[in-house]
C-alpha cells in the first residue's frame, strides 16, 4: 500500500512557466524528522544554494523544518520538474551517504503553487520562514538556522 495513495495527482495540470515564483514543498519519507540533525539540513541547503547558483532559480525564501521544506523561487531556464529532480536526487545521495544508508529520503511527489502576479511574494517569503515560530521549534526566528530570504 502507498504511504501518498493520490500523490500521481499532484502532477495533473502541472506547468512550468520561466519567469513565474513557485513555492514548493517536499516531504521526508514516511515524515521522519530527519532535519533535526543540523548538518543534514544543510545538504540540503547545499542543493537549494546549487540551483540558485548555476541559474535554475532565483531562491527568494526556504525553511527546512524537521521532516519537509518549503521553498520559493522564481523560476529560470528550468522547468519545475528538473528542479525538483535534481535538488531531490542530489539532495537523497549526500544525506544518504552522511547517513551510511541505502533508504529511500523524500515521499513521492512534491506540492507546487504558481505564485499569482498579485501576490504580495514577501509576505509569502514571511509566512514561509515564520514555520519554526508556528511550530513550537523557537521564540525567535533567529535562534532557528535553518532559513533563508532574499
Not at 547545499?46 to 518549503?70: C, I, Q, Y
Not at 521553498?71 to 535534481?86: C, H, I, K, P, Y
Not at 498579485?118 to 519554526?132: C, G, Q, S, W
Request: charged residues 25%; hydrophobic residues 40%; glycine residues 4%.
Amino acid at each position: 500500500m502507498s504511504l501518498q495513495p493520490n500523490s500521481h495527482l499532484l502532477r495533473r495540470g502541472r506547468y512550468s512557466e520561466s519567469g513565474r515564483a513557485y513555492l514548493v514543498t517536499a516531504v521526508v519519507h514516511q515524515r521522519l524528522p530527519l532535519f533535526r540533525d543540523f548538518r543534514l539540513g544543510r545538504l540540503l541547503v547545499t542543493e537549494f544554494k546549487r540551483a540558485h547558483e548555476t541559474g535554475r532559480v532565483n531562491s527568494l525564501a526556504w525553511v527546512v523544518m524537521p521532516d519537509h521544506f518549503h521553498w520559493l523561487f522564481n523560476l529560470n531556464d528550468s522547468t519545475l520538474a528538473e528542479v525538483m529532480r535534481a535538488t531531490k536526487s542530489r539532495s537523497t545521495l549526500s544525506i544518504n551517504r552522511a547517513r551510511c544508508s541505502r533508504e529511500r529520503f523524500w515521499q513521492r511527489g512534491y506540492h507546487d503553487r504558481a505564485v499569482r502576479a498579485e501576490e504580495d511574494i514577501r509576505k509569502m517569503a514571511r509566512y514561509i520562514i515564520a514555520n519554526p515560530l508556528r511550530a513550537g521549534l523557537v521564540e525567535h526566528i533567529g535562534d532557528y538556522s535553518l532559513w533563508d530570504a532574499a
